[in-house]
Nanobody
Framework: QVQLVESGGGLVQPGGSLRLSCAAS????????MGWYRQAPGKERELVAS???????NYADSVKGRFTISRDNAENTVILQMNSLNVEDTAVYYC???????????WGQGTQVTVSS
């Protein structure tokens, strides 16, 4: 079993910042890519950012220059630093991790991010 525990969501004003954290535990031998998706009401889930075990990153165009993804391989943790937030960033954010040779994808429970004045 793989467990992903997220933290750091909440309510923030436009222009503000939030830091999301996700810690992986359990059967995580061969932990590969980690990252974040988000899903806003009435919209499909979309990739926000991902990071390989070697530290290569990928971002959605909508968050480039505002969000930064990082990971601590020793702690099996992935961090999403979100700056200059706007109302369009409001969504439930889901952490994921790919584990093993087959790169099975596991998901966190989701954390709500609300950007509102």
């Amino acid at each position: 079993q793989v467990q992903l525990v997220e933290s750091g969501g909440g309510l923030v004003q436009p222009g503000g910042s939030l830091r999301l954290s996700c810690a992986a535990s359990g059967s995580i031998f061969g932990l590969n890519d980690m990252g974040w998706y988000r899903q806003a009401p009435g919209k499909e889930r979309e990739l926000v950012a991902s990071i390989t075990s070697g530290g290569s990153t990928n971002y959605a165009d909508s968050v480039k220059g505002r969000f930064t993804i990082s990971r601590d391989n020793a702690e099996n943790t992935v961090i999403l630093q979100m700056n200059s937030l706007n109302v369009e960033d409001t969504a439930v954010y889901y952490c994921y991790a790919e584990v093993g040779t087959w790169r099975l994808r596991h998901w966190g429970q989701g954390t709500q991010v609300t950007v509102s004045s």
